[in-house]
C-alpha cells in the first residue's frame, strides 16, 4: 500500500511538473506574439526547433501549441506548419477548427445535435418533393460509395446540408455551410489517413436510413430522434478517441517525459 501511495505522489508530481512547463511555453510563446517578435502570418518555428530552443521535451511542445491554437492565436496549416494569426481575425466565429484538434470535432458535433436534431424534425414537416428526392439521391449516393470502398465525405455532407434546406429555414444551411470545415474534418478523422483516425463508422448507411426514412414519412419527432441519436453516436466516438489520446500526454513510462514521434 504504501509503494502504492508513493507511486501516486511521484506520478502527480510529473503532472505537476509538466504542466508548469508547458504553461511556462505558453507564456513565452503568447509573449512573442503579442510583443511582434513573430508576426501575424509568421510560421512558427518546428517542433524540433522549439524544443531545442526551450530545452523541453516534444509532448511538452505539443500541449502549449495546442493551448494556443485554441485561443485563436495560432492556426494549423496541413502539411505546412503552425502560423500566428491576425489579431483582428482571432475573434472571427469558428477560426479555431484545426484538423490536429479533435476537440474541435466535439464542439462541432454537440452544436450539429442542437441544430440538426431539430432541422431533421422541420425536414420531415416541411420538405417538398424536390427536396425529399435529393434526400434519397444522397442517400443512394453514400451507399453506393460505402459498396465500391469510396470516400463518403461529400456526399455526407451534401446529405446533412439537402435535409437543412428542407426546413424552408436558410438559417440552417447557411449554418452548416459555415461550419463545413469541421464536418469534412469530422470524416478525416473517421477512417480517414490522419494518424487519430477512428474506424469506420460501420452503422453509418443504416443510420442515415432511419433518418431519411422518418423525414420521407413526413414523421417529424422520429426524425429528431434517428439524427440525434446519429450525431451522439459520433459524439461519444471521438469522446472516446480523446479520452485515450490524452489519458497519458505528459505523464511519461519509466520516467520518460517525450512520447516521441
Given amino acids: 500500500?504504501?509503494?502504492?501511495?508513493?507511486?501516486?505522489?511521484?506520478?502527480?508530481?510529473?503532472?505537476?511538473?509538466?504542466?508548469?512547463?508547458?504553461?511556462?511555453?505558453?507564456?513565452?510563446?503568447?509573449?512573442?506574439?503579442?510583443?511582434?517578435?513573430?508576426?501575424?502570418?509568421?510560421?512558427?518555428?518546428?517542433?524540433?526547433?522549439?524544443?531545442?530552443?526551450?530545452?523541453?521535451?516534444?509532448?511538452?511542445?505539443?500541449?502549449?501549441?495546442?493551448?494556443?491554437?485554441?485561443?485563436?492565436?495560432?492556426?494549423?496549416?496541413?502539411?505546412?506548419?503552425?502560423?500566428?494569426?491576425?489579431?483582428?481575425?482571432?475573434?472571427?466565429?469558428?477560426?479555431?477548427?484545426?484538423?490536429?484538434?479533435?476537440?474541435?470535432?466535439?464542439?462541432?458535433?454537440?452544436?450539429?445535435?442542437?441544430?440538426?436534431?431539430?432541422?431533421a424534425a422541420l425536414a420531415a414537416a416541411r420538405r417538398s418533393p424536390a427536396q425529399l428526392e435529393a434526400i434519397l439521391e444522397l442517400h443512394r449516393k453514400i451507399g453506393a460509395n460505402l459498396e465500391k470502398g469510396l470516400s463518403t465525405r461529400e456526399a455526407d455532407f451534401a446529405l446533412h446540408l439537402a435535409i437543412a434546406d428542407a426546413t424552408q429555414n436558410r438559417r440552417f444551411s447557411e449554418l452548416l455551410r459555415l461550419i463545413k470545415p469541421g464536418i469534412i474534418m469530422d470524416r478525416d478523422l473517421q477512417g480517414g489517413r490522419h494518424p487519430d483516425a477512428l474506424p469506420p463508422n460501420r452503422h453509418l448507411q443504416e443510420e442515415h436510413g432511419l433518418i431519411v426514412n422518418a423525414i420521407f414519412a413526413g414523421k417529424p419527432a422520429e426524425a429528431r430522434d434517428a439524427m440525434r441519436a446519429h450525431l451522439q453516436g459520433s459524439l461519444s466516438r471521438y469522446k472516446t478517441l480523446l479520452i485515450e489520446r490524452v489519458s497519458d500526454p505528459i505523464r511519461p513510462a519509466a520516467g520518460r517525459l517525450d512520447h516521441g514521434g
Avoid: W, Y
Avoid at 504504501?2 to 511538473?17: A, F, G, H, T
Avoid at 511556462?24 to 531545442?52: H, M, Y
Avoid at 472571427?92 to 436534431?117: D, H, K, M, N
Fill in 1 to 119: 500500500m504504501r509503494d502504492l501511495i508513493e507511486q501516486e505522489s511521484d506520478n502527480n508530481l510529473v503532472d505537476l511538473v509538466g504542466h508548469s512547463l508547458v504553461m511556462q511555453i505558453v507564456t513565452a510563446l503568447r509573449r512573442d506574439i503579442e510583443c511582434g517578435t513573430v508576426k501575424p502570418g509568421d510560421k512558427l518555428p518546428s517542433e524540433n526547433e522549439l524544443t531545442r530552443l526551450h530545452s523541453v521535451s516534444r509532448a511538452v511542445i505539443r500541449e502549449a501549441v495546442a493551448i494556443l491554437r485554441s485561443e485563436g492565436m495560432l492556426e494549423a496549416r496541413r502539411g505546412v506548419g503552425v502560423f500566428v494569426v491576425d489579431a483582428e481575425q482571432r475573434g472571427q466565429p469558428f477560426s479555431g477548427l484545426s484538423l490536429e484538434r479533435i476537440s474541435s470535432v466535439i464542439e462541432l458535433l454537440e452544436l450539429r445535435a442542437a441544430c440538426e436534431t431539430e432541422a
